[in-house]
């Protein structure tokens, strides 16, 4: 008995040694961040397994590293795959705390065994339900901004930081940068009186919409048009319902719009045929691959759709060649080769 006994003392201070060890190791190997809402989280070093607790998340882990992705929000669709990682076929999907589907399943999320979990920071998310995920995980978490796409630069600076993929992210944050103030220039002097007035019409039918002040609109804000649908967002999911009478009093120049069967059927519809911007044949389709263009979920996709937009609507002060320019950001931000992209589907959307 007291054989066993001095050997299980042993064992348990071979244990607590170890785990002592560990946790000096750990403390040694962590690195201090401070989040975009100002909270100050130690983060361990090597980083490994990030937890993205909301949808905009899952685009920027995977432009900055995604072998450190361990889980996506929603299901990417057999095209998409042409511009993703052969690993991204057997991604986990899990629920969401944002938008549309079920809340994500911890103990699923749990077994895969995070070590950094990353939420985002917005008025229409119970900040105090995420930090209750990140107590519940027992990972280091942090907050981000990511509705706007100016808030994109500092927020991959800050997950490149907590994940070791410091040089990469300022690479891409150089990009939007970029891309925002050469957009800005362009557009700056464009009088009022010759914006171009932007309809973004969602759903099937077209008579879904986003107001001015909504991220999933932002794109048309940024490329210097200006969105008809002057209200106020009430729901983060957006999609305010709109008459189609009202669209008519209207009239915008132009129809926005990420749904291949709309842009199709409002060709030859009567009722859509006495808007301007129908008859003008100025009905824009978004690309939607891998990640959606526009804002579902917000994503660094809008540095690209900001510029194909701002050529779309004013192609004298906004010179873009796509050809050249797609395959080159989608090689940056997506980690293919350029010859791997074909502009012309993505453009037409063919596949969707």
Request: charged residues 20%; neutral net charge; hydrophobic residues 45%.
């Amino acid at each position: 008995m007291t054989v066993l006994y001095s050997r299980t003392c042993r064992t348990m201070r071979q244990t607590l040694l170890v785990s002592a060890l560990l946790a000096v190791t750990s403390a040694v190997n962590a690195i201090e961040i401070t989040d975009m809402t100002g909270r100050r989280v130690m983060i361990p070093a090597p980083i490994e397994r990030v937890f993205p607790a909301a949808p905009p998340v899952v685009p920027l882990l995977y432009a900055l590293n995604p072998n450190k992705l361990m889980a996506i929000h929603f299901a990417f669709r057999p095209d998409d795959f042409n511009y993703l990682v052969p690993s991204m076929r057997d991604a986990m999907i899990i629920g969401r705390y944002t938008g549309e589907g079920p809340p994500p399943r911890l103990d699923q999320i749990m077994q895969a065994k995070p070590q950094l979990t990353i939420g985002w920071e917005l008025p229409f998310i119970d900040r105090q339900r995420v930090l209750d995920t990140f107590q519940w995980l027992q990972t280091p978490g942090l907050l981000l901004h990511l509705d706007s796409l100016t808030d994109y630069p500092a927020a991959l600076e800050l997950v490149g930081n907590a994940i070791g993929e410091t040089a990469r992210a300022q690479q891409l944050s150089r990009y939007i940068r970029d891309a925002i103030t050469r957009v800005e220039r362009a557009v700056a002097d464009i009088p009022a009186a010759e914006r171009q007035r932007v309809y973004f019409a969602e759903g099937t039918n077209g008579l879904m919409t986003e107001c001015a002040d909504s991220f999933h609109a932002e794109v048309i804000q940024l490329a210097g048009g200006v969105n008809v649908m002057d209200c106020k967002t009430k729901m983060m999911c957006g999609h305010q319902p709109v008459k189609l009478a009202d669209i008519q009093a209207l009239d915008p120049d132009v129809i926005l719009t990420d749904q291949p069967d709309f842009a199709q059927h409002v060709k030859t519809d009567a009722a859509w045929q006495q808007l301007r911007a129908v008859r003008n044949n100025r009905v824009l389709l978004a690309p939607n691959t891998p990640f959606n263009w526009l804002g579902r979920p917000p994503s660094f996709m809008r540095a690209i759709a900001m510029q194909w937009l701002a050529h779309e609507l004013y192609p004298t002060h906004f010179n873009w060649n796509a050809q050249r320019e797609i395959p080159a950001f989608y090689a940056l931000f997506l980690g293919i080769k350029p010859e791997q992209v074909n502009t012309a589907a993505i453009l037409s959307q063919s596949a969707h």
